[in-house]
Structure formats: structure tokens, C-alpha cells
């Protein structure tokens, strides 16, 4: 399986950006898919999440600004960032995480720059 992440790239603190995430190849049962990000010195940190009954999972630090969202086909995974903020300034890479006979495997996308400039 491979995930194809864009939308990254550079806005005024205030602004909004829309992340995509699209999944391609082979790959058993989705049980998640989202967004994580990690800033310079940083660990890699959840964003938001989203299971495949729908249910979506929010950092705390962005909830109530950034909505999770798919496509009908659930293959491509949206990130919609609004009233962004510098300190969400990271790269933020896709992740989905799915399984087979009771093995879980995460995968992750090649990351996408987001910058937020106050």
C-alpha cells in the first residue's frame, strides 16, 4: 500500500489549508486512517484520526479548528486546518493503519510541510 499526502505549504496565521491522503495498492481491513505531524525537535504527534465506522479522534490542540473527513470509497482521507495557528507549523504525514488475522500494520505517507506565519 502507498499514501499519497499534499495540500501542504505556507499561510498567514489565521488562514486555512485542506490535506489529502489517498491510498493506492493493497491493503486488508482499514481501521484507521489520519494525520500525524511533527515539528523541528519534536516527536511525531496525533492530529486527528478517523476509524472506519466514521468515528474521528481530534488532538485536543485542534479540535474545534481542524475536521477529518473521506471519501465515499474510503480511500482518501482529508485534513480541512482552518483559524491555523504558528504552532501548528510541522510536517504532517499520513498514516493508516490496517488488518489482517489479528496484525495490525501501520503504514505512512512521505509527509507534507505545513508553515504557519504569525
Known amino acids: 500500500v502507498q499514501l499519497q499526502a499534499s495540500g501542504g505549504g505556507l499561510v498567514q496565521a489565521g488562514g486555512s489549508l485542506r490535506l489529502s491522503c489517498t491510498a493506492s495498492g493493497m491493503y486488508y481491513s482499514i481501521v484507521t486512517m489520519g494525520w500525524y505531524r511533527q515539528a523541528p525537535e519534536n516527536q511525531r504527534e496525533l492530529v486527528a484520526t478517523?476509524?472506519?465506522?466514521?468515528?474521528?479522534v481530534y488532538a485536543d490542540s485542534v479540535k474545534g479548528r481542524f475536521t477529518i473527513s473521506r471519501d465515499s470509497a474510503k480511500t482518501t482521507v482529508y485534513l480541512q486546518m482552518n483559524s491555523l495557528k504558528p504552532e501548528d507549523t510541522a510536517v504532517y504525514y499520513c498514516?493508516?493503519?490496517?488488518?489482517?488475522?489479528?496484525?495490525?500494520?501501520?503504514?505512512w505517507g512521505q509527509g507534507t510541510q505545513v508553515t504557519v506565519s504569525s
Open positions: 478517523i476509524d472506519r465506522g466514521g468515528i474521528a
Open positions: 498514516n493508516m493503519k490496517h488488518t489482517r488475522s489479528g496484525t495490525l500494520y501501520s503504514v
